[in-house]
């Protein structure tokens, strides 16, 4: 994690509940603080929790405003306890492993900066959270001027 230079965190949910951080800690306050309690974050972690049990896959979800200040995308691995004699991960959701990534290094790391290539982007998305071709990089704008599109499949979306 220390080589990442765009990741902020990993971490470990049991249920909708923090268990687990690292980096230990700058996370060390998060630890024990259940996300359906904070009404901002109720109704993403609901979701969250409804789409992987439907398709036991991961959930990426973001920007999205931190608990601790910033923004980041999170996504969001569920964990499936697997039940005795039965397949492994077969059973109920116990909970998921995070990583929180900062968006204006994954943007850099993208190229989405880069004056030289004299482009501009911008980014919307269309997800298993009922959020549909909503733009959250760059000028809307820029999709009603005939532009050059193509699609990114990721983990519950595209972008």
Do not use: C, H
């Amino acid at each position: 994690l220390a080589e990442e230079k765009n990741v902020y965190s990993i971490g470990v949910m049991k249920g909708s509940s923090i268990a687990y951080t690292y980096p230990p800690r700058s996370n060390q306050f998060l630890r024990g603080f259940d996300l359906q309690k904070n009404p901002e974050q109720r109704q993403i972690i609901q979701q969250v929790m409804q789409w992987a049990t439907q398709t036991r896959q991961t959930v990426l979800i973001g920007p999205i405003q931190l608990g601790k200040g910033g923004t980041g995308f999170v996504s969001f691995t569920p964990i499936f306890v697997t039940p005795p004699n039965g397949n492994p991960g077969s059973g109920p959701l116990w909970g998921f492993v995070t990583t929180t990534v900062k968006p204006s290094v994954l943007y850099r790391q993208a190229g989405l900066f880069d004056e030289k290539a004299n482009l501009n982007y911008a980014l919307r998305r269309q997800d298993g959270l009922g959020k549909t071709n909503e733009v959250f990089f760059g000028e809307e704008s820029l999709f009603e001027q005939n532009p050059v599109t193509l699609k990114i499949p990721l983990p519950n979306a595209t972008w």
